[in-house]
Protein backbone atom coordinates (compact mmCIF):
# COMPACT_ATOMS: atom_id res chain seq x y z
CA UNK A 1 0.00 0.00 0.00
CA UNK A 2 1.67 3.46 -1.15
CA UNK A 3 1.72 6.19 1.45
CA UNK A 4 -0.50 8.82 0.94
CA UNK A 5 1.02 11.88 -0.53
CA UNK A 6 3.40 14.15 2.53
CA UNK A 7 3.10 10.65 4.90
CA UNK A 8 6.35 8.98 5.41
CA UNK A 9 7.06 5.57 4.30
CA UNK A 10 7.57 3.04 6.85
CA UNK A 11 10.96 3.14 6.93
CA UNK A 12 11.23 6.57 6.98
CA UNK A 13 8.38 7.18 9.75
CA UNK A 14 11.08 4.86 11.86
CA UNK A 15 13.99 6.81 11.50
CA UNK A 16 11.48 9.86 12.46
CA UNK A 17 10.50 7.73 15.42
CA UNK A 18 14.27 6.64 16.51
CA UNK A 19 15.24 10.48 16.13
CA UNK A 20 12.65 11.90 18.05
CA UNK A 21 13.05 9.38 20.50
CA UNK A 22 16.49 9.93 20.98
CA UNK A 23 16.23 13.21 21.28
CA UNK A 24 13.21 13.42 23.69
CA UNK A 25 16.10 11.30 26.39
CA UNK A 26 17.65 14.88 26.52
CA UNK A 27 14.25 15.83 28.13
CA UNK A 28 13.84 13.15 30.06
CA UNK A 29 17.07 13.17 32.71
CA UNK A 30 18.78 11.04 29.91
CA UNK A 31 16.52 8.16 30.18
CA UNK A 32 14.90 6.30 27.30
CA UNK A 33 10.72 7.26 26.79
CA UNK A 34 8.64 4.65 27.87
CA UNK A 35 6.20 2.85 25.89
CA UNK A 36 2.76 3.02 27.56
CA UNK A 37 0.13 2.14 24.73
CA UNK A 38 -0.61 0.00 21.89
CA UNK A 39 -0.07 3.49 19.79
CA UNK A 40 3.81 5.09 19.14
CA UNK A 41 2.55 6.71 23.05
CA UNK A 42 5.54 7.56 25.53
CA UNK A 43 6.07 8.95 28.32
CA UNK A 44 8.84 11.90 28.18
CA UNK A 45 9.40 13.35 32.05
CA UNK A 46 5.98 14.50 33.37
CA UNK A 47 4.06 13.94 29.75
CA UNK A 48 3.05 11.67 27.46
CA UNK A 49 3.31 11.48 23.77
CA UNK A 50 1.45 9.97 21.08
CA UNK A 51 4.03 10.78 17.82
CA UNK A 52 3.19 11.27 14.45
CA UNK A 53 5.34 11.58 11.28
CA UNK A 54 5.34 13.44 7.84
CA UNK A 55 7.86 13.56 5.13
CA UNK A 56 8.35 17.02 3.97
CA UNK A 57 6.63 17.24 0.93
CA UNK A 58 4.90 19.39 -1.29
CA UNK A 59 3.30 22.45 0.30
CA UNK A 60 1.89 20.68 3.46
CA UNK A 61 2.93 18.08 6.04
CA UNK A 62 -0.24 15.42 6.12
CA UNK A 63 -0.72 13.21 9.10
CA UNK A 64 -3.57 10.56 9.70
CA UNK A 65 -4.35 10.33 13.02
CA UNK A 66 -7.55 7.62 14.43
CA UNK A 67 -10.05 8.95 16.49
CA UNK A 68 -9.57 6.58 19.15
CA UNK A 69 -5.89 7.24 19.30
CA UNK A 70 -6.32 10.74 19.50
CA UNK A 71 -9.06 9.95 22.36
CA UNK A 72 -6.53 7.56 24.32
CA UNK A 73 -4.08 10.05 24.35
CA UNK A 74 -6.08 12.63 25.45
CA UNK A 75 -7.19 10.81 28.64
CA UNK A 76 -3.87 10.54 29.86
CA UNK A 77 -2.69 12.90 31.93
CA UNK A 78 -0.27 15.85 30.38
CA UNK A 79 -0.71 14.94 27.24
CA UNK A 80 0.69 16.00 23.94
CA UNK A 81 0.67 15.14 19.79
CA UNK A 82 4.09 15.54 18.60
CA UNK A 83 3.83 15.96 14.52
CA UNK A 84 7.45 15.72 13.00
CA UNK A 85 7.44 17.54 10.38
CA UNK A 86 9.73 15.88 7.92
CA UNK A 87 12.76 16.88 10.30
CA UNK A 88 13.52 16.86 14.34
CA UNK A 89 13.84 20.51 13.60
CA UNK A 90 9.83 21.06 13.30
CA UNK A 91 8.49 19.00 15.86
CA UNK A 92 5.09 20.47 16.67
CA UNK A 93 4.47 19.74 20.52
CA UNK A 94 0.54 19.78 20.46
CA UNK A 95 -1.38 19.57 23.75
CA UNK A 96 -4.56 17.37 23.30
CA UNK A 97 -6.58 19.53 24.79
CA UNK A 98 -6.23 22.19 22.07
CA UNK A 99 -5.94 19.17 19.41
CA UNK A 100 -9.29 17.93 20.50
CA UNK A 101 -11.15 20.72 20.33
CA UNK A 102 -10.16 21.03 16.77
CA UNK A 103 -11.19 17.85 15.52
CA UNK A 104 -14.56 18.68 14.85
CA UNK A 105 -13.20 21.40 12.22
CA UNK A 106 -11.03 18.85 10.32
CA UNK A 107 -12.41 16.10 8.02
CA UNK A 108 -12.99 12.50 8.34
CA UNK A 109 -13.64 9.55 6.81
CA UNK A 110 -16.21 6.74 8.28
CA UNK A 111 -13.53 5.17 9.92
CA UNK A 112 -12.91 7.97 11.92
CA UNK A 113 -9.49 8.71 10.21
CA UNK A 114 -9.17 12.78 10.52
CA UNK A 115 -6.91 14.39 7.34
CA UNK A 116 -4.49 16.45 9.24
CA UNK A 117 -2.81 19.04 6.89
CA UNK A 118 -0.22 21.46 8.66
CA UNK A 119 0.68 24.21 6.00
CA UNK A 120 4.67 25.37 5.22
CA UNK A 121 4.35 28.13 8.26
CA UNK A 122 2.73 25.40 10.52
CA UNK A 123 -0.69 26.36 10.57
CA UNK A 124 -3.25 23.59 11.36
CA UNK A 125 -5.56 23.47 8.26
CA UNK A 126 -9.43 23.37 9.34
CA UNK A 127 -12.99 23.45 7.38
CA UNK A 128 -13.60 26.51 5.81
CA UNK A 129 -11.74 28.62 3.55
CA UNK A 130 -9.15 30.46 5.08
CA UNK A 131 -9.60 28.87 8.58
CA UNK A 132 -6.48 27.52 10.30
CA UNK A 133 -4.93 27.65 13.77
CA UNK A 134 -1.67 29.03 13.97
CA UNK A 135 0.48 26.27 15.61
CA UNK A 136 4.11 27.90 15.83
CA UNK A 137 3.66 28.44 19.46
CA UNK A 138 4.42 25.15 19.77
CA UNK A 139 7.18 24.62 17.50
CA UNK A 140 10.05 22.83 18.91
CA UNK A 141 8.65 23.90 22.53
CA UNK A 142 10.13 21.38 24.53
CA UNK A 143 9.32 23.86 27.59
CA UNK A 144 5.68 22.45 27.49
CA UNK A 145 7.63 19.09 28.25
CA UNK A 146 10.12 19.34 30.77
CA UNK A 147 8.25 22.27 32.84
CA UNK A 148 6.03 19.12 33.85
CA UNK A 149 9.62 17.26 34.99
CA UNK A 150 8.47 17.70 38.75
CA UNK A 151 5.23 16.19 38.79
CA UNK A 152 4.49 13.09 40.90
CA UNK A 153 5.30 9.57 39.09
CA UNK A 154 1.77 8.73 40.66
CA UNK A 155 -0.30 11.14 38.58
CA UNK A 156 1.09 8.90 35.79
CA UNK A 157 -0.89 5.62 36.00
CA UNK A 158 -2.03 4.41 31.94
CA UNK A 159 -3.32 1.19 32.94
CA UNK A 160 -5.31 2.65 35.86
CA UNK A 161 -6.41 5.28 33.01
CA UNK A 162 -6.88 2.86 29.90
CA UNK A 163 -9.43 1.12 32.41
CA UNK A 164 -11.81 3.96 32.88
CA UNK A 165 -11.23 4.59 28.99
CA UNK A 166 -12.85 1.24 28.20
CA UNK A 167 -15.26 1.86 31.05
CA UNK A 168 -16.24 5.06 29.34
CA UNK A 169 -16.99 3.96 26.10
CA UNK A 170 -19.27 0.83 27.33
CA UNK A 171 -20.76 3.27 29.08
CA UNK A 172 -21.71 5.66 25.89
CA UNK A 173 -22.23 2.53 23.98
CA UNK A 174 -25.10 1.32 26.25
CA UNK A 175 -26.10 4.81 26.34
CA UNK A 176 -26.54 5.22 22.68
CA UNK A 177 -28.51 1.67 22.46
CA UNK A 178 -30.90 2.88 25.56
CA UNK A 179 -30.31 0.83 27.85
CA UNK A 180 -29.77 2.06 31.69
CA UNK A 181 -26.05 2.13 32.14
CA UNK A 182 -24.22 1.73 35.43
CA UNK A 183 -20.48 1.85 37.05
CA UNK A 184 -19.03 2.13 40.17
CA UNK A 185 -16.00 4.03 39.48
CA UNK A 186 -18.10 7.66 40.17
CA UNK A 187 -14.30 9.95 40.35
CA UNK A 188 -12.87 8.31 37.53
CA UNK A 189 -12.98 10.25 34.22
CA UNK A 190 -13.27 9.94 30.26
CA UNK A 191 -13.03 12.82 27.62
CA UNK A 192 -12.56 15.09 30.61
CA UNK A 193 -16.15 14.41 32.25
CA UNK A 194 -16.68 11.73 35.39
CA UNK A 195 -18.11 8.25 34.56
CA UNK A 196 -21.29 9.50 37.17
CA UNK A 197 -21.85 12.40 34.83
CA UNK A 198 -22.18 9.40 32.23
CA UNK A 199 -23.85 6.60 33.58
CA UNK A 200 -27.88 6.71 33.55
CA UNK A 201 -27.82 5.11 36.86
CA UNK A 202 -26.61 6.97 39.95
CA UNK A 203 -27.05 3.74 42.00
CA UNK A 204 -26.61 -0.20 41.32
CA UNK A 205 -30.41 -1.82 41.48
CA UNK A 206 -30.51 -4.15 44.13
CA UNK A 207 -31.55 -7.69 42.41
CA UNK A 208 -33.20 -10.43 44.16
CA UNK A 209 -31.08 -13.25 43.17
CA UNK A 210 -27.78 -11.60 43.40
CA UNK A 211 -25.03 -10.96 45.86
CA UNK A 212 -25.01 -6.94 46.20
CA UNK A 213 -21.74 -6.52 47.22
CA UNK A 214 -20.63 -7.67 44.10
CA UNK A 215 -23.17 -6.85 41.84
CA UNK A 216 -22.80 -3.31 42.40
CA UNK A 217 -18.74 -3.69 41.81
CA UNK A 218 -19.31 -5.22 38.53
CA UNK A 219 -17.22 -2.14 36.05
CA UNK A 220 -20.35 -1.82 33.52
CA UNK A 221 -23.79 -2.99 33.13
CA UNK A 222 -26.76 -2.22 30.86
CA UNK A 223 -29.81 -2.29 32.48
CA UNK A 224 -33.38 -2.91 30.71
CA UNK A 225 -36.01 -0.99 32.49
CA UNK A 226 -38.95 -2.61 33.19
CA UNK A 227 -42.41 -1.46 35.22
CA UNK A 228 -41.23 -3.35 38.32
CA UNK A 229 -37.33 -2.33 38.36
CA UNK A 230 -34.05 -3.25 36.13
CA UNK A 231 -32.98 -6.18 34.52
CA UNK A 232 -29.26 -6.63 33.97
CA UNK A 233 -28.99 -7.66 30.10
CA UNK A 234 -25.42 -7.41 29.53
CA UNK A 235 -22.06 -6.95 32.44
CA UNK A 236 -18.75 -6.12 31.45
CA UNK A 237 -15.56 -6.63 33.98
CA UNK A 238 -12.13 -5.28 32.32
CA UNK A 239 -9.29 -6.64 33.59
CA UNK A 240 -6.02 -5.03 32.04
CA UNK A 241 -3.52 -5.73 34.40
CA UNK A 242 -4.42 -7.59 37.24
CA UNK A 243 -5.65 -10.68 36.11
CA UNK A 244 -9.03 -12.05 35.68
CA UNK A 245 -10.52 -14.04 38.60
CA UNK A 246 -12.18 -11.45 40.23
CA UNK A 247 -13.22 -10.33 37.14
CA UNK A 248 -15.32 -13.73 36.38
CA UNK A 249 -16.31 -13.92 39.85
CA UNK A 250 -18.41 -10.65 40.05
CA UNK A 251 -19.81 -11.16 36.80
CA UNK A 252 -20.71 -15.31 38.26
CA UNK A 253 -23.27 -13.27 40.85
CA UNK A 254 -25.43 -13.05 37.49
CA UNK A 255 -25.73 -16.61 37.12
CA UNK A 256 -29.55 -16.30 37.88
CA UNK A 257 -30.24 -14.33 35.14
CA UNK A 258 -29.80 -14.49 31.26
CA UNK A 259 -27.11 -11.84 31.41
CA UNK A 260 -24.56 -12.08 28.85
CA UNK A 261 -20.96 -11.91 30.38
CA UNK A 262 -17.87 -10.12 28.67
CA UNK A 263 -14.34 -10.17 30.13
CA UNK A 264 -12.39 -7.43 28.35
CA UNK A 265 -8.66 -8.65 28.49
CA UNK A 266 -5.83 -9.08 26.08
CA UNK A 267 -4.75 -12.52 28.00
CA UNK A 268 -7.10 -15.07 26.27
CA UNK A 269 -5.10 -17.42 27.52
CA UNK A 270 -6.07 -16.81 30.76
CA UNK A 271 -9.97 -16.42 30.17
CA UNK A 272 -9.72 -19.96 28.91
CA UNK A 273 -8.48 -20.99 31.67
CA UNK A 274 -10.26 -19.75 34.66
CA UNK A 275 -13.30 -19.96 32.81
CA UNK A 276 -13.11 -23.97 33.17
CA UNK A 277 -13.67 -23.02 37.00
CA UNK A 278 -16.99 -22.24 36.44
CA UNK A 279 -18.32 -25.03 34.58
CA UNK A 280 -21.98 -23.97 34.53
CA UNK A 281 -21.90 -21.04 32.88
CA UNK A 282 -18.39 -21.00 31.11
CA UNK A 283 -20.77 -20.87 27.89
CA UNK A 284 -22.28 -17.23 28.93
CA UNK A 285 -18.43 -15.90 29.32
CA UNK A 286 -17.29 -13.85 26.19
CA UNK A 287 -14.24 -12.79 25.86
CA UNK A 288 -13.46 -9.41 24.15
CA UNK A 289 -9.75 -7.53 23.76
CA UNK A 290 -9.60 -3.82 24.25
CA UNK A 291 -9.29 -2.91 21.21
CA UNK A 292 -12.43 -4.27 19.77
CA UNK A 293 -14.76 -2.01 22.44
CA UNK A 294 -12.95 0.67 21.03
CA UNK A 295 -13.99 -0.05 17.09
CA UNK A 296 -16.86 -0.61 18.48
CA UNK A 297 -17.46 2.71 20.22
CA UNK A 298 -16.05 4.08 16.98
CA UNK A 299 -18.49 2.55 14.82
CA UNK A 300 -21.37 3.66 16.97
CA UNK A 301 -20.45 7.35 17.19
CA UNK A 302 -20.04 7.57 13.50
CA UNK A 303 -23.05 6.36 12.96
CA UNK A 304 -24.70 8.97 15.25
CA UNK A 305 -22.68 10.98 12.86
CA UNK A 306 -24.17 10.09 10.08
CA UNK A 307 -27.87 10.27 11.25
CA UNK A 308 -27.61 13.76 11.90
CA UNK A 309 -25.79 13.98 8.67
CA UNK A 310 -28.23 12.72 6.66
CA UNK A 311 -31.37 13.73 8.77
CA UNK A 312 -32.16 10.30 9.77
Known sequence: MLAEKGEPDMAAAKHLLDAFLDKAKDHNRGDAPTKILWSNTYTVGGANILVRTASDLGRRYFFGLNYINAEEIYNLTNSFVAFICGAMDKIILMPTDILMKSLPNISHDRNGEYKINFSRDFRLILQGRGNSLDCKMFLNNWDLITNLLDQKAADFMPDETFHSIVQGRLIEIGNIRGFQTYCPNKSKTFNRKKL????????????????????????????????????????????????????????????????????????????????????DIRSRYNFIIPDRVGLLYSAEINLIQMREEFNL
Not at 252 to 265: C, D, F, K, W
Request: charged fraction near 25%.
Open 196 to 279: AELARVDQCPELQFADFSSLRNIDVIWFRSLNVGFYPEYAFEIELSTGVWSGFGRLATLREYNTRLYIVSNDDKKFEQVSHSFP
